[in-house]
C-alpha cells in the first residue's frame, strides 16, 4: 500500500509539472504550444518580431530587444513592446524565463507566461489590451538619466585627471635607484656615492621599491613592488602584452592597467625609469604611498566609529538604559550633588535582536556617570555607601543604590530601591532582569529571592536572618507579589526581633 502511494504521488507530482511546463515550438513562423498552433511570428530584424493573430493573419503587437551600453561594466537591456502602427509603446524588463538559445522561444515564453498576452491556441487580445492600458515606468528614461550620470562622471574624472597631470609635472618624482627610494622632487644626497641616512628623516621620501625579473610567466620584463614609510606593501607591477602594465593594489584587493613607455630593464636606472613612471601611475590612480594606507585607516576606523554612534544612537531609548536624565547623587559621606545621570543596565540590540553595544558584566549596572556644573564624574558600584536617584519628566523617583550579592565572593552592583522603610530589612530589584534581593542592614551581602521556589526562599530567608522561628510562616507567602514580600519584615519584628 505504502509503495502503490508512493507511486501515485509521482505521477500526481510528474503530471503537474507537464501541465505547467508547456512546451513552445516555432516552425515555419508558426507558435505551437504543447503541439498547438496559437500564434504567428515574422522576424523584423535582430531579436525585432511582430505577433500576428492565427486567424485573421493581422499584426498584434511587436517587440523589440534594446541594448543599451552605460558603462563599460553596466548593460541595460529590456523589451520595447508596440502596437503594429507604432503609435502605442511600453517597456518591459527582459528576462530569461528559461535558457533557450532561440530568442523567439525566450520572448514568446516571456509572453505566454508572465504576461498571458499568448495562450494555447490564440493570441489573447483583449489581455493585450489591458496590457497595453497598464502605465509602466519608462525603462528607457531611466537609462537615459544613468547615461547622463556616466557622462558627467567621466567629465568629473576626466577634469581630475587633467588636474592630477598638472601636479606630477610640479611633484617631479626622483628614484634613487641604486638603494631603491622613492622622492618627491630632488634626491637630498648623491647617492651615486652615498647611503641614505636612515636615522635622519628626508621630508620628502615617501616609499621604497624592489625589482626582480618575470620568471614563468607569459610575458618577460620586470616585476616592481612597493612599499611605503610603514613598510606596508602597497602595489605589484607586473609586465603585460603589447607593453600594458598590470597594476595589482595590494591593501585594497583592486586592479589597473596602463601603456607603459618605458619597459627596457638592461641598467638599474632603465628599471628606476620604470619606476618613476608606474609611482606617476599611482598617483593618477590616488595612490600616494607616504603613510597613506596607515592614515586611511585610521579614517576608516573613525568612520566605522561615526556609523557604530549613529546606530546605538538610533536604538538606545529602545533600552532600560538612562543617558543624561536629571538627578542627583549621594556620596558616601551623605553629600547630595546634582547632575545629569547616565548608566547602562543592558546592551544597545538593533532591528535584529542582534548586540550593537557590547559592554559586560563589570559595566552593566555597575557604573554610573554624572555630569554636573564643575566635573564630570564616574562611581562604581562599591562597598562604599553610594547612591543616586533619576528625576524622569512625568514619573515618579527611582533611586538606585550600591548593594554586595554573593556570587563567588562579594559582587557589587546598582539595584533599585523598593523598600528601605525598615530599620532592619531593606528590599531591592536588579533592574535588567526583575531579580528581588533582601538585604538586612548588618549584613555585608544581600540574598536572591526566587518567585518560585518556596522552600528554597523560606530556608535561606530563615538561616540569613538567624531566625528558624519564621521558617514555617514564610512557606505560606507568594514570592511573585511585593506586598508579599514585605510581610517578612513583619515576620522578622515579630518572631525574631530581640
Given at each position: 500500500?505504502?509503495?502503490?502511494?508512493?507511486?501515485?504521488?509521482?505521477?500526481?507530482?510528474?503530471?503537474?509539472?507537464?501541465?505547467?511546463?508547456?512546451?513552445?515550438?516555432?516552425?515555419k513562423?508558426?507558435?505551437?504550444?504543447?503541439?498547438?498552433?496559437?500564434?504567428?511570428?515574422?522576424?523584423?530584424?535582430?531579436?525585432?518580431?511582430?505577433?500576428?493573430?492565427?486567424?485573421?493573419?493581422?499584426?498584434?503587437?511587436?517587440?523589440?530587444?534594446?541594448?543599451?551600453k552605460?558603462?563599460?561594466?553596466?548593460?541595460?537591456?529590456?523589451?520595447?513592446?508596440?502596437?503594429?502602427?507604432?503609435?502605442?509603446?511600453?517597456?518591459?524588463?527582459?528576462?530569461?524565463?528559461?535558457?533557450?538559445?532561440?530568442?523567439?522561444k525566450?520572448?514568446?515564453?516571456?509572453?505566454?507566461?508572465?504576461?498571458?498576452?499568448?495562450?494555447?491556441?490564440?493570441?489573447?487580445?483583449?489581455?493585450?489590451?489591458?496590457?497595453?492600458?497598464?502605465?509602466?515606468?519608462?525603462?528607457?528614461?531611466?537609462?537615459?538619466?544613468?547615461?547622463?550620470?556616466?557622462?558627467?562622471?567621466?567629465?568629473?574624472e576626466?577634469?581630475?585627471?587633467?588636474?592630477?597631470k598638472?601636479?606630477?609635472?610640479?611633484?617631479?618624482?626622483?628614484?634613487?635607484?641604486?638603494?631603491?627610494?622613492?622622492?618627491s622632487?630632488?634626491?637630498?644626497?648623491?647617492?651615486?656615492?652615498?647611503?641614505?641616512?636612515?636615522?635622519?628623516?628626508?621630508?620628502?621620501?615617501?616609499?621604497?621599491?624592489?625589482?626582480?625579473?618575470?620568471?614563468?610567466?607569459?610575458?618577460?620584463?620586470?616585476?616592481?613592488?612597493?612599499?611605503?614609510?610603514?613598510?606596508?606593501?602597497?602595489?605589484?607591477?607586473?609586465?603585460g602584452?603589447?607593453?600594458?602594465?598590470?597594476?595589482?593594489?595590494?591593501?585594497?584587493?583592486?586592479?589597473?592597467?596602463?601603456?607603459?613607455?618605458?619597459?627596457?630593464?638592461?641598467?638599474?636606472?632603465?628599471?628606476?625609469?620604470?619606476?618613476?613612471?608606474?609611482?606617476?601611475?599611482?598617483?593618477?590612480?590616488?595612490?600616494?604611498?607616504?603613510?597613506?594606507?596607515r592614515?586611511?585607516?585610521?579614517?576608516?576606523?573613525?568612520?566605522?566609529?561615526?556609523?557604530?554612534?549613529?546606530?546605538?544612537?538610533?536604538?538606545?531609548?529602545?533600552?532600560?538604559n538612562?543617558?543624561?536624565?536629571k538627578?542627583?547623587?549621594?556620596?558616601e559621606?551623605?553629600?547630595?550633588?546634582?547632575?545629569?545621570?547616565?548608566?547602562?543596565?543592558?546592551?544597545?540590540?538593533?532591528?535584529?535582536?542582534?548586540d550593537?553595544t557590547?559592554?559586560d558584566?563589570?559595566?552593566?549596572?555597575k557604573?554610573?556617570?554624572?555630569?554636573?556644573?564643575?566635573?564630570?564624574?564616574?562611581?562604581?558600584?562599591?562597598?562604599?555607601k553610594?547612591?543616586?536617584?533619576?528625576?524622569?519628566?512625568?514619573?515618579?523617583?527611582?533611586?538606585?543604590?550600591?548593594?554586595?550579592?554573593?556570587?563567588?565572593?562579594?559582587?557589587?552592583?546598582?539595584?533599585?530601591?523598593?523598600?528601605?522603610?525598615?530599620?532592619?530589612?531593606?528590599?531591592?530589584?536588579?533592574?535588567?532582569?526583575?531579580?528581588?534581593?533582601?538585604?538586612?542592614?548588618?549584613?555585608?551581602?544581600?540574598?536572591?529571592?526566587?518567585?518560585?521556589?518556596?522552600?528554597?526562599?523560606?530556608?535561606?530567608?530563615?538561616?540569613?536572618l538567624?531566625?528558624?522561628?519564621m521558617?514555617?510562616?514564610?512557606?505560606?507567602?507568594?514570592?511573585?507579589?511585593?506586598?508579599?514580600?514585605?510581610?517578612?519584615?513583619?515576620?522578622?519584628?515579630?518572631?525574631?526581633?530581640?
Amino acid at each position: 500500500m505504502k509503495k502503490l502511494n508512493k507511486h501515485l504521488l509521482i505521477s500526481f507530482l510528474f503530471l503537474s509539472i507537464a501541465s505547467f511546463a508547456q512546451k513552445i515550438k516555432i516552425k515555419k513562423g508558426v507558435v505551437l504550444i504543447d503541439k498547438v498552433e496559437s500564434a504567428l511570428i515574422k522576424e523584423e530584424g535582430r531579436n525585432d518580431y511582430t505577433y500576428s493573430d492565427l486567424n485573421t493573419k493581422k499584426p498584434v503587437f511587436r517587440s523589440k530587444l534594446v541594448t543599451e551600453k552605460i558603462s563599460e561594466e553596466l548593460i541595460k537591456q529590456w523589451i520595447e513592446v508596440s502596437s503594429p502602427d507604432g503609435s502605442i509603446k511600453t517597456e518591459i524588463p527582459y528576462e530569461m524565463l528559461t535558457f533557450s538559445l532561440s530568442m523567439k522561444k525566450v520572448f514568446t515564453l516571456l509572453f505566454l507566461k508572465k504576461y498571458k498576452l499568448i495562450q494555447k491556441g490564440s493570441i489573447d487580445h483583449n489581455a493585450v489590451k489591458s496590457f497595453f492600458e497598464e502605465e509602466r515606468p519608462l525603462i528607457s528614461q531611466e537609462v537615459k538619466q544613468l547615461v547622463a550620470g556616466e557622462i558627467k562622471k567621466a567629465t568629473q574624472e576626466k577634469i581630475k585627471l587633467e588636474a592630477k597631470k598638472e601636479e606630477l609635472g610640479k611633484i617631479n618624482f626622483k628614484i634613487d635607484y641604486i638603494n631603491k627610494y622613492i622622492y618627491s622632487g630632488e634626491i637630498p644626497y648623491d647617492f651615486h656615492e652615498e647611503k641614505p641616512n636612515l636615522e635622519l628623516v628626508y621630508p620628502n621620501m615617501i616609499g621604497s621599491y624592489t625589482s626582480q625579473k618575470s620568471v614563468g610567466s607569459a610575458y618577460s620584463g620586470t616585476i616592481l613592488t612597493f612599499y611605503d614609510l610603514d613598510q606596508n606593501k602597497i602595489a605589484i607591477v607586473k609586465p603585460g602584452g603589447y607593453n600594458e602594465k598590470e597594476v595589482n593594489l595590494v591593501q585594497q584587493s583592486k586592479k589597473f592597467t596602463y601603456k607603459a613607455d618605458f619597459n627596457s630593464d638592461f641598467s638599474d636606472y632603465n628599471v628606476g625609469q620604470q619606476v618613476k613612471e608606474a609611482v606617476e601611475q599611482l598617483y593618477l590612480n590616488d595612490i600616494y604611498l607616504r603613510n597613506q594606507y596607515r592614515d586611511n585607516k585610521l579614517v576608516a576606523k573613525d568612520l566605522a566609529k561615526e556609523k557604530l554612534n549613529k546606530e546605538i544612537d538610533k536604538f538606545k531609548y529602545n533600552t532600560i538604559n538612562f543617558y543624561d536624565v536629571k538627578g542627583y547623587f549621594i556620596d558616601e559621606n551623605n553629600q547630595k550633588v546634582d547632575g545629569l545621570i547616565t548608566i547602562w543596565f543592558e546592551n544597545v540590540k538593533n532591528n535584529f535582536g542582534s548586540d550593537i553595544t557590547h559592554y559586560d558584566a563589570s559595566f552593566l549596572g555597575k557604573v554610573v556617570k554624572i555630569k554636573t556644573k564643575e566635573n564630570n564624574l564616574t562611581l562604581k558600584a562599591s562597598g562604599k555607601k553610594v547612591s543616586f536617584c533619576i528625576n524622569e519628566e512625568g514619573k515618579s523617583e527611582k533611586c538606585f543604590k550600591s548593594i554586595a550579592t554573593k556570587f563567588l565572593g562579594l559582587n557589587y552592583q546598582f539595584v533599585l530601591v523598593l523598600d528601605e522603610n525598615d530599620s532592619n530589612i531593606s528590599f531591592y530589584k536588579d533592574y535588567d532582569s526583575g531579580i528581588v534581593y533582601l538585604k538586612k542592614t548588618n549584613k555585608p551581602h544581600a540574598i536572591m529571592l526566587s518567585k518560585r521556589n518556596v522552600k528554597s526562599n523560606s530556608k535561606s530567608i530563615s538561616k540569613y536572618l538567624e531566625c528558624p522561628e519564621m521558617r514555617e510562616k514564610l512557606m505560606t507567602l507568594d514570592y511573585s507579589n511585593l506586598n508579599e514580600l514585605y510581610k517578612i519584615k513583619e515576620l522578622y519584628n515579630n518572631l525574631c526581633k530581640k
